[in-house]
C-alpha cells in the first residue's frame, strides 16, 4: 500500500522553526522527486520546494528561500522541511508529494501538481504569538 505521511506541524510563534517530515511506504521513494506544498485557508495549494530523486536538485519558490531547507533520507525514505524564521503568512496545511523520475536525477519541479502521483494528508502548521 503506497502512502506518504506527513508529521511535525504544529504551533509555533513567529520566528519559530519546525521540522516536517514525509515518510513515505509502500514504494521506493528513491525513483521519486518529492514536493513540498500548502494551503493556506481561502487559498489555493501552492508548491513551495521540492527535491529531485538523487538529492542533488533542489528548488524553492521565492517566499521560503533562505529560510526553508529541504533534505532526504533515501535510506530511510523519508524527506524533511526545515522551516525557520515562520511568519503568520507561512501558515497553511503542509502537504508532501512524490512524483515518478528516474534514479539519480537531479532535477525536481514543483509547476506541475498533476505529475505528482502519490500525496499525502497533511499536516498543520499554525505560526501565532
Known amino acids: 500500500q503506497v502512502q506518504l505521511v506527513e508529521s511535525g506541524g504544529g504551533l509555533v510563534q513567529p520566528g519559530g522553526s519546525l521540522r516536517l517530515s514525509c515518510a513515505a511506504s509502500?514504494?521506493?521513494?528513491?525513483?521519486?522527486?518529492i514536493g513540498w506544498f500548502r494551503q493556506a485557508p481561502g487559498k489555493e495549494r501552492e508548491g513551495i520546494s521540492c527535491?529531485?530523486?538523487?538529492?542533488?536538485?533542489?528548488y524553492y519558490v521565492d517566499s521560503v528561500k533562505g529560510r526553508f531547507t529541504i533534505s532526504r533520507d533515501n535510506a530511510k525514505n523519508t524527506v524533511y522541511l526545515q522551516m525557520n524564521s515562520l511568519k503568520p503568512e507561512d501558515a497553511a496545511v503542509y502537504y508532501c508529494?512524490?512524483?515518478?523520475?528516474?534514479?539519480?536525477?537531479?532535477?525536481?519541479?514543483?509547476?506541475?501538481?498533476?505529475?505528482?502521483?502519490?500525496w499525502g494528508q497533511g499536516t498543520q502548521v499554525t505560526v501565532s504569538s
Open positions: 508529494a512524490a512524483h515518478r523520475t528516474r534514479l539519480g536525477d537531479t532535477y525536481c519541479t514543483i509547476s506541475f501538481e498533476n505529475e505528482y502521483d502519490y
Open positions: 509502500g514504494f521506493t521513494s528513491s525513483y521519486y522527486a
Open positions: 527535491i529531485s530523486s538523487s538529492g542533488r536538485g533542489t
